[in-house]
């Protein structure tokens, strides 16, 4: 895979930040989260997504939490201070953050946009994340990662 590097691949090097890098076998369409987990043979709580949403003053937040979890909207707009948040549409996306479902990562959208990591990602040596393509997965420390984002972190899933 080291010939076939992502822009976020290509941020974390050009930031010192060490990483692996994880292919796994996928047709056109994303593999859910614990899917990708389950190809790579790890633990679902360590691999997580990247969502994108709309704040009610309009601004766009992104939320990276376990593939195995579910945001928590009241959470995630406390974390972001807007009265609500809610999912941007799947349609959106590639205009919003240059990335395709399922192939979204923290790191290298088109803007920077506030990032908050679920609290859990410290409970971990690394995470894996998407590298910003399908098929394709970063491990990495997530204070890195989040530090590299000028993300924080906060209780981000429902009970």
């Not at 796994?24 to 043979?41: C, N, Q, S, T």
């Not at 979204?104 to 803007?111: Q, W």
Request: charged share 25%; proline share 3%; glycine share 12%.
């Amino acid at each position: 895979m080291a010939e076939d590097k992502t822009n976020a691949m290509r941020l974390l090097e050009q930031s010192g930040v060490s990483y692996t890098a994880h292919g796994y076998p996928h047709g056109k369409e994303a593999v859910d989260g614990v899917g990708v987990a389950a190809l790579l043979g790890v633990e679902p709580a360590r691999v997580f997504k990247t969502l994108v949403t709309r704040g009610e003053r309009g601004g766009f937040f992104v939320f990276v939490v376990p593939v195995n979890a579910e945001l928590d909207l009241k959470k995630a707009a406390r974390a972001a201070g807007e009265k609500s948040v809610e999912m941007i549409h799947v349609a959106e996306l590639n205009k919003v953050t240059g990335y395709v479902r399922g192939g979204c990562s923290p790191l290298g959208m088109k803007r920077a946009y506030p990032t908050c990591f679920d609290e859990t990602a410290l409970l971990w040596d690394a995470i894996l994340v998407s590298a910003g393509r399908i098929g394709a997965q970063v491990e990495v420390d997530a204070e890195a990662l989040a530090a590299l984002c000028g993300g924080t972190f906060a209780d981000l899933t429902r009970a």
